[in-house]
């Protein structure tokens, strides 16, 4: 059996199959940022803390699982602590501008930090 061989059948096999004209509904939206409808607060807190800073995001309506995904996220991207629990996600550090630049890529909008 030689190269042509297989790639004639395969040629064959292919002008056989049924073309689907149909337009998919998938490819005609886009994937690079999902909408998310949430406003999303971001204050900054030194009290109760022993003087530590913190970030705190507030306003997520998603389920716990998908706050923890997103808090995983931010903490990976900005290589610090912090934790999410009761509708909040707490990042330890002063990190407002980097934190709404990273909920803005994703599709979230943010609401008390000016960049």
């Not at 061989?5 to 040629?11: C, E, G, M, N, V």
């Not at 073309?19 to 406003?39: G, I, L, N, R």
């Not at 970030?55 to 991207?77: M, N, P, W, Y």
Request: hydrophobic share 30%.
């Amino acid at each position: 059996m030689n190269n042509q061989d297989w790639k004639s059948r395969l040629a064959a096999l292919g002008s056989s199959l049924p073309v689907d004209d149909s337009p998919d509904t998938a490819q005609d939206q886009p994937e690079s940022s999902p909408s998310h409808k949430d406003v999303i607060e971001i204050s900054y807190e030194r009290k109760g803390r022993g003087g530590k800073q913190a970030t705190i995001l507030s306003g997520f309506t998603c389920t716990d699982d998908e706050l923890r995904e997103v808090a995983a996220h931010l903490k990976q991207r900005l290589a610090t602590g912090g934790s999410a629990r009761g509708g909040e996600i707490l990042i330890q550090g002063d990190c407002r501008e980097r934190v709404a630049k990273l909920l803005r890529e994703q599709g979230y909008k943010v609401k008390g930090v000016k960049c």
